[in-house]
């Protein structure tokens, strides 16, 4: 297998490694993920308490992709992404405290170095592909950036029924260095076998260079926020409180459903250029129709929630059809949104701009996220699809007036 390897062209070799690398530490995020939210659930927090716990995890991934963006211009690509691995073994280590030492501020400090590692390693892969694909071959650049954004959402799947199973059978604590050993390994791995000077810019960067000056990335910056949050708000906490305490859903079928969702979500993010591509649309023209379907999806969904609200079965596997449809859609806009700052950012110190679109990721992820506890808890699921309701408006709106890149091909 490795002389196989060895065989393929260089900056296919590269992509590979990239993704390895991508994947490992998604894999490990999906499971943190679901372990917390799982655990202190049953420990009694209330869910504005556990979206506390993600409070710096989103906020120091804002401050991170703006940084990190300036950092992987002037050291390379390669040497972020080595030290977000290393970071994430530190977080996951500072889970393995006995339960009556993770205190809630150990564990927000944990979240923040696990949401600072988490955006340097994504920033890092995410800016890589541009490298290892030529201006000319825009359809290439759309189907790895697909592959590379849907094989890591299959996997942050994967990685939510893995922190179920492995807060089931290993314990909180056992589970944190199972996967901080894991991650150790992949560090050592991509250490050894990754281009040095990737991503580095040729240019000097200053740090003011960290803020956009590009209108289209600006806009396409804000559509993001906008879709991130309208997922997170009703997703990150919102939905498995909802299952758990609503539905009566045990912790194995909180876990085993989130999961496969979002490796469904991952599988059409994947294939996404294979449905798009059909249509003589541009991607611009292409994430504002889809835009709009999503919002009309999240809109219905608000609308049988204000009607229902009081009858919990029929709710329930209404919003497991509802959400099937959400995330269907969703995985199309999230492709085409991540195909598209790939294609606009400049190729010369491209994590600049990928950095500072990713900032606005996390900003979204921040704010969905804490408005996901504070409206659950005083108006329930339908407040949070409300919310996400006006948020997919604004994105919709916005993203038609990004300049499309060249057309695909």
Wanted: overall charge positive.
């Amino acid at each position: 297998m490795l002389s196989r390897f060895q065989q393929l062209p260089a900056k296919v070799r590269q992509y590979l490694l990239v993704t390895l690398n991508y994947w490992a530490f998604t894999l490990t995020d999906g499971a943190l993920r679901m372990l917390v939210v799982l655990h202190f659930h049953a420990l009694g927090y209330d869910a504005l308490q556990i979206a506390m716990l993600f409070l710096f995890y989103e906020f120091f991934g804002v401050v991170t992709n703006l940084v990190g963006g300036w950092l992987g211009a002037r050291i390379g690509l390669n040497r972020t992404m080595q030290m977000g691995l290393l970071m994430q073994v530190v977080a996951l280590l500072m889970l393995t405290l006995p339960a009556d030492y993770l205190m809630i501020p150990w564990v927000m400090a944990a979240q923040a170095l696990s949401g600072i590692a988490k955006d340097l390693n994504k920033m890092s892969a995410k800016s890589s592909v541009k490298h290892l694909v030529s201006a000319q071959q825009q359809g290439q650049l759309y189907k790895w950036v697909a592959i590379l954004t849907g094989s890591k959402n299959t996997l942050k799947g994967v990685g939510f029924f893995l922190g179920a199973i492995l807060l089931s059978t290993l314990g909180f604590q056992y589970a944190m260095l199972a996967m901080a050993s894991f991650l150790l390994v992949m560090a050592v791995i991509s250490a050894i076998f990754l281009q040095q000077d990737m991503g580095k810019a040729k240019y000097k960067v200053k740090f003011k260079d960290i803020f956009s000056k590009s209108a289209a990335i600006n806009r396409l910056s804000l559509a993001r926020m906008c879709l991130f949050a309208a997922r997170d708000v009703w997703f990150v906490v919102a939905l498995p409180v909802y299952f758990a305490s609503q539905a009566g859903w045990n912790d194995w079928r909180v876990g085993a459903f989130m999961a496969s969702w979002v490796i469904g979500y991952g599988f059409i993010q994947g294939i996404a250029p294979m449905i798009t591509e059909r249509s003589d649309r541009n991607a611009v023209q292409s994430a504002t129709v889809w835009g709009w379907a999503l919002t009309l999806i999240t809109l219905l969904l608000w609308i049988i929630f204000q009607l229902y609200a009081s009858d919990h079965e029929p709710l329930t596997w209404i919003l497991v059809v509802g959400l099937m449809a959400f995330g269907f859609i969703f995985a199309i806009n999230s492709s085409l949104h991540s195909y598209l700052i790939v294609a606009l950012a400049k190729s010369d110190g491209v994590s600049l701009d990928v950095g500072f679109y990713y900032m606005a990721n996390a900003m979204g992820r921040l704010l969905g996220t804490v408005a996901s506890g504070y409206l659950y808890l005083n108006y329930g699921l339908q407040g949070c699809l409300f919310m996400a309701t006006g948020l997919l408006v604004i994105a919709s709106f916005t993203i038609k007036f990004v300049p499309a890149p060249k057309p695909i091909a």
